[in-house]
């Protein structure tokens, strides 16, 4: 739970910059500092998911509207700055969600190819949780 709750944590640290409160507020959450201090697990998990599928709709309804094929070179190529930032937010967010369906379903090779994904994120200062994540995966790998 604990490899969750960071890469939570840290989804929210890398996208709080750009809006991602915004959009929750909008999403109905109230209390968001609540959300930033990942203080009630099930909470977070819903509003993450709640932003994961709007932003994948989002991004879907705007590439159709511009006869755009969702592929990754295609976005980055494109001058729309918004569209990138919340494009890899949804990537990131499939690691997670990968990570959870894991969990889920018992596959352990499911989690570890999704745990891999958050020793990408040092830049949140989630070092301790990067620490455990590598320490972890070195033991069993």
Avoid at 34 to 55: F, G, P, R, S, W
Avoid at 99 to 111: K, S
């Amino acid at each position: 739970m604990a490899y969750i709750k960071g890469y939570m944590s840290a989804l929210i640290t890398v996208f709080s910059g750009y809006g991602l409160y915004s959009i929750a507020a909008k999403l109905g959450v109230r209390f968001l500092n609540k959300l930033e201090q990942n203080i009630d697990y099930y909470a977070t998990c819903k509003v993450l998911e709640l932003i994961y599928t709007a932003i994948g709709i989002a991004i879907h309804l705007y590439l159709n509207s511009k006869n755009i094929l969702l592929d990754t070179e295609t976005i980055f190529r494109d001058n729309n700055n918004i569209l990138k930032v919340w494009f890899l937010y949804y990537r990131l967010a499939r690691y997670w969600k990968g990570y959870r369906v894991g969990i889920c379903l018992g596959n352990a090779d499911m989690q570890l190819k999704n745990l891999v994904a958050f020793a990408l994120f040092p830049a949140t200062g989630k070092n301790i949780y990067i620490l455990l994540v590598v320490t972890f995966l070195e033991l069993i790998l």
